[in-house]
């Protein structure tokens, strides 16, 4: 599998509406959702990944790009930033589960362990609770790469109810 290539795991656990067409992603309703519901994005973090990152967030700190610099610390080189890792949580909350129209009300991390360029890492978000009346949904979310967890934590998204015609 190439670099900077999405691998998709997911596993639906109830009834999901139908994607809008084969390349769409998943779409829930806060109704079709239950505890225990998880799903996985994973993507191979290369070298343009950390630059593209560092471009659009300003995130210019020697840890992320300058070898040289980081051949001296602790690490033994460049790691990539903790919040481009937190950044596949996203990607798993608005692609996959709850998916479209998930919107984001908060989110705690704890790093845990580095993320290198050419680590695979893989985010999964998992329903822990819900909250019907304010369509409110939480989920253990977590990054791994190679089995170990390298971030952790917890995410709070509203979701949509489905429409009386659906």
């Known amino acids: ?12 656990r109830r009834s999901r509406r139908q994607p809008l067409s084969a390349a769409d ?14 799903a996985s994005l994973a993507k191979t973090v290369s070298e343009s990944d950390i630059y593209l990152f560092a471009g659009v967030t300003m995130d210019t700190n020697p840890a992320h ?17 903790g919040m481009l890792a937190a950044g596949f949580i996203s990607a798993v909350l608005g692609t996959r589960l709850p998916g479209p129209g998930a919107i984001y009300v908060g989110q705690s991390l704890r ?21 019907p009346a304010k369509r409110f949904v939480t989920l253990r979310t977590f990054c791994t790469v190679a089995g170990k967890v390298v971030v952790d934590g917890e995410a709070t998204v509203m979701v949509p109810a489905r429409p009386a015609s659906a």
């Open 25 to 38: 992603p998943t779409l829930y309703y806060f109704e079709d959702l239950t505890e225990g519901m998880t």
């Open 111 to 131: 790093f845990k362990a580095p993320v290198r360029i050419g680590d695979t890492v893989t985010a999964t978000a998992e329903v822990t609770s819900l909250v």
């Open 1 to 12: 599998m190439g670099k900077g290539v999405f691998v998709v795991r997911f596993v639906p």
């Open 65 to 81: 790009v300058n070898e040289e610099y980081m051949k001296t610390s602790p690490f033994g080189g460049r790691i990539a930033h």
